[in-house]
């Protein structure tokens, strides 16, 4: 069933090629999506390094695409009604603590990971249309060089709710750099402004312009978000794993709670890319769900796998109620931070909490 295993001279782990032709017709083989695999000329394929490319490659080799499990591994409804129930949630969130009105959350992620695409498609669900606010890099370039936060507004252009998305720049994974475990920190400390343009020569410090010294509750950060790609979990390099074991300890530490988003997973599973709401019937997801979590250290309780709106011009009711169901996720533990720190809860001042 499986092609025959060799190993890749790259970070990038080991890719599964097809067996060497025999005097009998060699069979088809097929990608994860159930469609027959291209031959490829052995003399040009070692040429063929790029790392656009390697992206692109399937990730492995099956003989036709999993069958779809009976029950869903993951309780969720799918409906027209679940969809407005779920925004009606998003819409009236206001924070438990009388000092903050917005949560802020950030996301964090490798570059091309899809953490502004996921800001993008949630606007959209609340706009009613597929927009682009949120500018998108690629695999090896990122759009997002500032702290950007975005107000997501109630539906079809209504008051602001009770939640603000943060994008920065990605994370390095070792091959590619990225944000500093310091500038991370100090985001999520509240010791940045809005708009800081961040440069890898020139970490934030006390005398970066609008440097805030002593920034209070609703300054900082009250969840972060891993967002990694579920399409490059097998060929992220290694050195992604040391940084977010590294930012998730120091994150822990300052009592921020983390969960995580796998993104893309239309690209994993052919049902998923034609209806969403196969994700939790799934195998190849469900799989790839476990894989995200050692890379990512936790639990896959913590992890949601979402599908952005990327290509599309209209919007759909089952990918709405998958990225709304990630927001209220977001939330549960937004608000955990804020029955774990708030003011009111431990008895501290707000001079208290202006470190």
């Known amino acids: 069933m499986f092609g025959k295993m060799q190993a890749n001279s790259s970070k990038s782990g080991f890719n599964f090629v097809a067996p060497p032709p025999t005097a009998a017709p060699a069979p088809a083989t097929f990608n994860i999506f159930g469609a027959a695999a291209e031959e490829k000329d052995p003399s040009t394929e070692s040429t063929n390094n790029s790392s656009a490319e390697k992206q692109n490659k399937p990730l492995f080799v099956l003989s036709s695409s999993q069958p779809k499990l009976i029950r869903q591994w993951r309780n969720m409804e799918w409906s027209a009604e679940k969809r407005t129930s779920l925004m009606e949630t998003v819409s009236s969130y206001r924070s438990s603590c009388e000092d903050v009105t917005r949560a802020r959350v950030l996301l964090l992620g490798p570059v091309g990971s899809g953490k502004s695409s996921f800001i993008s498609s949630v606007q959209s669900v609340f706009k009613g249309r597929v927009v682009n606010q949120a500018m998108v890099g690629s695999y090896s370039t990122s759009f997002t060089k500032k702290l950007q936060s975005f107000n997501i507004r109630g539906q079809k252009g209504g008051d602001p709710t009770g939640l603000v998305l943060c994008d920065i720049m990605g994370v390095g994974d070792g091959e590619v750099p990225g944000l500093s475990l310091h500038d991370i920190l100090s985001v ?164 208290d909490w202006d470190v």
């Open 188 to 351: 999520i400390k509240g010791h940045v402004s809005e708009g800081h343009k961040f440069s890898l020569d020139q970490p934030v410090s006390s005398e970066t312009a609008g440097y805030v010294k002593r920034p209070s509750l609703k300054d900082k950060i009250h969840c972060v978000v891993f967002v990694v790609d579920a399409s490059k979990i097998l060929t992220y390099p290694k050195g992604l794993k040391t940084t977010i074991q590294q930012l998730r300890e120091h994150i822990s530490n300052l009592g921020v709670h983390q969960v995580a988003l796998l993104t893309h997973v239309d690209k994993i599973c052919e049902e998923t890319a034609k209806d969403s709401s196969s994700v939790y019937r799934s195998r190849v997801v469900q799989n790839m769900m476990g894989k995200a979590g050692a890379l990512l250290g936790m639990s896959t309780s913590y992890i949601i796998p979402v599908k952005n709106y990327s290509a599309e011009l209209d919007l759909d009711d089952n990918t709405d109620v998958l990225l709304l169901s990630a927001v209220d996720h977001i939330l549960q533990y937004v608000d955990l931070y804020f029955q774990n720190n708030a003011p009111q809860h431990t008895g501290m001042t707000k001079t």
